[in-house]
């Protein structure tokens, strides 16, 4: 027996949960994602602008740093966690070209749009895709050139241009180099990690340096401790510099004055061993995690060793690995192979400054594997702006010491785009629709960076593609005019990376024909 007409359907989802289907779907998501690049599109390039991050708990931060800037939104739509997501990775996989991703992925699906209202399948618009990505990663190949050293430094000015940092290129940059170029000697890698960052809090930019051994901040307990120690050896305790307390309560019954003398002369006298170990070794400094018994504070100070407690464990790994030593658990057990070397060791007390800690430097040590550069300037927003900027700096670049390099500018990307529309020719059918859309999109890179240096977009894209046809590096200059291509570069996993993930997510976008809102918005 059949249902009549006026049967209701069984209910599968709630009341309000909101189901949109076919090809709203796709312009929604595109809308998202159109929001997103548009968002970070002001800031591209050595002329971009910043933005003024106002957060929840009342700090504010000013930058115009793409992966900055994405992880402080409070981001709702799924699209715009997509790319997030995608975001996140970039920053995660290459420290740079997050704002790239996102306006490539951006673009992409912009052009997508168009192709999809004519009736253009979803499925053929990514097949097309996925053909134009090997088309644009065959140009990567044949355009990719060695890195020198000067094209590490163009890695690290490209990466520093466009944020506070940039009125100090020529001081920064070669610092970046140095410091990378340092650690990679001593250790044979080149990471961003070995490099540490210190805020010296006074003077400017320009005022920066670097420093072959590492800098912090901690409290010095007596003012006639030993300073500016030179050519001195450095012990590294993962512990505390005091007699080892019991892990369990016991009592001790004295019943006469000479045991009680006894029982203080045992310990001094332990605490006389542990100084000895540390004096004995020839050692003029001992670092350590833990705490530092002011008895044998005063006997070490007496002998002209330094010693400063209460480390991180990052900071004792740190000093270690700029100083050579060997970090050792137990004050006793102290051998000669176990010390590191340190050019100068010094400590500052600022009594103008409202901090409670000095500032203790190792420095010139002989074979450091781990630097720190000495950030200038007084401004704390300004400050935290740089130091990220020589981050995204020291990532690129130490990606550049393993791996060749790429034209930067939007040259690359307009060569992507012209190599994108000659493997177009060679397909008949819907594809190449999507192809082109591609190459289109690929020219969002340097119609960018002609609109942001105040230039005429149309007309600059079309002479980069008569410069491609042509099979000359030409890209953008920082006046949004068409300039020889000669010291903007970036790392190559930068940009490739980059355009997979854009090409992916956009991909992933695309096949989506349906959303179902649990929360019926």
């Not at 920064?172 to 960052?197: G, H, K, W």
């Not at 740089?386 to 990532?395: E, M, P, T, W």
């Amino acid at each position: 027996m059949s249902e009549g007409p006026a049967k209701a359907k069984a209910p599968i989802v709630p009341e309000h949960t909101k189901i949109t289907s076919g090809t709203e779907v796709q312009e929604k998501l595109i809308l998202a994602a159109r929001v997103f690049s548009d968002l970070l599109k002001p800031t591209y390039g050595p002329r971009g602008l910043d933005k003024m991050l106002y957060k929840t708990d009342g700090k504010t931060a000013v930058t115009n740093d793409g992966a900055k800037i994405v992880a402080e939104l409070l981001v709702k739509h799924p699209a715009a966690k997509m790319m997030v997501s995608m975001a996140s990775s970039q920053e995660e996989n290459c420290g740079d070209g997050v704002t790239t991703a996102m306006l490539v992925c951006g673009s992409l699906l912009i052009q997508g749009k168009t192709l999809l209202r004519k009736g253009l399948h979803p499925l053929t618009l990514i097949g097309g895709y996925g053909n134009a990505l090997d088309a644009a990663l065959e140009q990567i190949d044949a355009d990719a050139s060695p890195s020198s050293p000067a094209k590490l430094l163009c890695v690290s000015e490209t990466a520093l241009r466009g944020k506070v940092a940039d009125t100090s290129l020529d001081t920064l940059s070669p610092i970046v180099v140095d410091a990378l170029r340092t650690v990679f000697e001593n250790s044979e890698t080149a990471q961003a990690e070995q490099v540490s960052m210190h805020k010296i809090g006074t003077g400017s930019i320009r005022d920066s340096r670097l420093v072959n051994g590492v800098v912090f901040r901690r409290r010095v307990i007596m003012d006639n401790l030993p300073n500016n120690l030179s050519g001195t050896k450095v012990i590294c305790l993962n512990g505390d510099l005091k007699i080892r307390e019991l892990t369990r309560d016991v009592e001790i019954k004295i019943s006469s004055a000479d045991e009680l003398d006894s029982f203080v002369t045992a310990e001094q006298d332990r605490r006389e061993l542990i100084a000895e170990s540390v004096t004995d070794s020839g050692a003029g400094a001992i670092l350590c995690t833990g705490q530092v018994d002011r008895d044998i504070l005063h006997i070490l100070s007496k002998s002209g060793i330094l010693a400063i407690g209460e480390l991180d464990n990052s900071e004792i790994q740190n000093a270690a690995d700029a100083t050579g030593a060997k970090i050792v658990e137990t004050p006793l057990d102290i051998n000669q192979s176990d010390l590191g070397a340190c050019g100068l060791l010094s400590w500052e007390r600022r009594q103008e400054t409202d901090s409670v800690q000095d500032i203790i430097r190792l420095e010139d040590c002989p074979n450091p594997k781990t630097v720190t550069i000495e950030v200038g300037g007084s401004g704390e927003t300004a400050t935290e702006e740089v130091i990220r900027a020589l981050h995204d700096s020291l990532r690129a670049t130490s990606l550049a010491f393993t791996e060749d390099v790429l034209p930067g500018a939007g040259a690359m990307h307009a060569r992507m785009a012209h190599a994108v529309r000659a493997a177009s020719e060679s397909q008949s059918g819907r594809e190449r629709l999507a192809m082109e859309a591609f190459a289109r999109a690929l020219e969002a890179i340097p119609e960018t960076l002609t609109e942001n240096g105040g230039g005429e977009s149309l007309d600059r894209i079309l002479e980069l593609r008569a410069a491609a046809r042509d099979d000359q590096l030409r890209g953008i200059s920082p006046d949004g005019k068409v300039c020889d291509v000669v010291d903007v570069w970036h790392p190559r996993s930068v940009i490739e990376a980059a355009l997979v993930s854009a090409t992916e997510t956009a991909s992933s976008m695309l096949r989506i024909d349906q959303v179902i809102s649990a929360r019926g918005d």
